[in-house]
């Protein structure tokens, strides 16, 4: 990705000899914004004042607007600090503390993630941020197993937020989407991490979604657990019960207050669902909602539970963002509904298995869509959806749209009675209950298919599927799926046999 463009009316940020080379008092102020070269500059611009008495003079009109500028970045340094003494009781040490928060922070961030990063125009223009779950902790880092290596991103999410709409749209990206690196090959979206760093994941993600990335933050998951921990929980509806060893226990449904660890199991829980689908889109979905919820407490808390917040994301995060511009970002989104502006959805992809590997393919017409709309603000879909069987929010449009969740069993969507569908259907029961077959092949053969009714070999299948041969045909097993109030959907691997367009083997789910 070519960090220097502009055609959104963003400007490149300079380079560091090209900040060290400007004398005038704006660029070191900007200069100072991310470090050393500010005091080298503004160092060598006084001592020209002081040693030449006839050096440029500064109007009233410059001395005024130097002073407001001057202002404007001691309030905000004083709110902070006064959260700070709130909580820590000492002018000094909160300066101190704010030192070593902003050093936490930065911890990692190099010169080519900056590089990668590009400005807005405006400090309150809306920005693209990346925001990254990387599968790194303190157990992994401490393991010769895995002694050495770049961890992978085991969540990624692409988030537009909007400081004076107070709207935040986060569209979740695919751990497994297929993308070309050019002399790295083909290879999975997660991958560009553990190849080139934040720096290198940025560029990929930039050019993947046609936006300028302004922001960058990586958490692991120790970090994940202590941030919730330090808000001292956060409430979270969930939508269904979790009992997943993979993802490190269990967790009930229903609302509830969850803590660190119960909130991890939640995000990191993908096999809990296998029988209801794709396990990264449900999971993924639960990300954003703990996310969501993350946000709405950090908005709603007090001075001494944001501090202690702000520290325990210092201790956890990487990123650019520095104390003072958290601080800032949080006081701008105060008062945001997160009911109806906050938006949600994940990439649209499609499930395809590649030399013995699942990959997820991007539906480029869909994608490019989705992305238009989100880039001028609107939802990433035009209406909700809620997936029935999970209750998972799977795309959310605020107050931009309404629920649209999967029908019940025999109920039929909107497309059901149009019987423009063309092919066939070969419908199996796999139960030991008679007539399935023939009932759910009556409510197939309204969408147009011709539809073929029988005993499926076995008779102990416990989830019901439908099965088809090609990626082209991935929207029109959904379509027959939610026609029987299912949602699961399997591209055929060669596990079964069938000559029809589709297969539907019904299990003692749908009995």
């Not at 297929?178 to 979206?189: A, T």
């Not at 490019?368 to 880039?375: A, C, T």
């Not at 066939?424 to 197939?444: F, P």
């Amino acid at each position: 990705m070519n960090a220097n463009r502009n055609n959104a009316g963003r400007y490149r940020r300079p380079t560091s000899n090209e900040r060290m080379s400007q004398n005038s008092p704006s660029s070191a102020s900007y200069s100072g914004r991310r470090g050393a070269s500010y005091g080298a500059t503004s160092a060598s611009f006084g001592e020209e004042r002081l040693s030449n008495p006839y050096s440029r003079r500064v109007t009233q009109a410059d001395y005024t607007r130097q002073r407001k500028k001057k202002k404007r970045k001691t309030i905000a340094l004083v709110a902070l600090a006064v959260v700070l003494v709130l909580v820590l009781g000492g002018a000094g040490v909160a300066f101190a503390y704010l030192q070593t928060i902003n050093s936490n922070l930065h911890k990692g961030v190099t010169e080519e993630l900056k590089g990668a990063l590009v400005d807005t125009q405006y400090a309150g223009d809306p920005f693209y941020m990346l925001l990254m779950g990387t599968d790194g902790s303190e157990e992994r880092a401490s393991s010769a197993e895995y002694e050495g290596d770049n961890f992978r991103s085991d969540s990624m999410m692409l988030v537009r937020v909007d400081p004076e709409g107070k709207k935040v749209t986060m569209v979740s990206l695919h751990r497994d989407t297929m993308v070309d690196m050019g002399v790295n090959g083909m290879q999975k979206l997660n991958a560009a991490h553990s190849i080139g760093g934040a720096a290198y994941t940025v560029q990929v993600v930039s050019e993947m979604a046609g936006v300028d990335i302004s922001h960058y933050a990586e958490i692991d998951f120790d970090g994940f657990k202590e941030i919730v921990d330090a808000l001292g929980g956060v409430e979270v509806d969930v939508p269904m019960e979790i009992n997943d060893n993979m993802a490190g226990g269990y967790v009930s449904a229903g609302l509830q207050t969850l803590n660190g660890d119960q909130a991890l199991i939640l995000c990191r829980a993908r096999h809990a669902y296998d029988e209801y689908g794709d396990g990264d889109r449900y999971r993924a979905a639960n990300q954003r909602l703990v996310l969501a919820a993350i946000a709405n407490k950090v908005l709603a808390s007090d001075p001494a539970t944001m501090a202690s917040t702000v520290e325990a994301l210092s201790r956890y995060v990487t990123t650019d963002f520095d104390v003072t511009e958290i601080v800032s970002l949080a006081q701008n989104l105060r008062g945001m509904d997160m009911e109806n502006d906050l938006y949600t959805a994940m990439e649209p992809t499609t499930s395809e298995y590649i030399n013995e590997t699942w990959y997820e393919r991007l539906d480029e017409t869909a994608w490019k869509e989705m992305m238009s709309r989100v880039d001028q603000g609107s939802p990433p879909t035009e209406e909700d959806e809620v997936d029935q069987a999970t209750g998972t929010v799977l795309a959310s449009a605020g107050d931009g749209g309404s629920a649209s969740a999967a029908p019940t069993k025999g109920s039929k969507p909107a497309a059901a009675a149009s019987g423009t569908r063309s092919g066939t259907v070969a419908v199996r029961n796999g139960t030991g209950v008679s007539g399935l077959a023939g009932e759910a092949a009556d409510q197939i053969s309204v969408l147009g298919y011709t539809t073929d009714a029988g005993n499926a070999s076995s008779s102990d299948y416990q989830n019901t599927v439908v099965v088809y041969n090609d990626s082209s045909q991935s929207d029109a097993a959904k379509e027959i799926a939610q026609t029987i109030g299912v949602s699961l959907t399997i591209q055929n691997d060669g596990v079964y046999s069938f000559d029809t367009d589709f297969l539907v083997v019904i299990g003692a789910d749908w009995a």
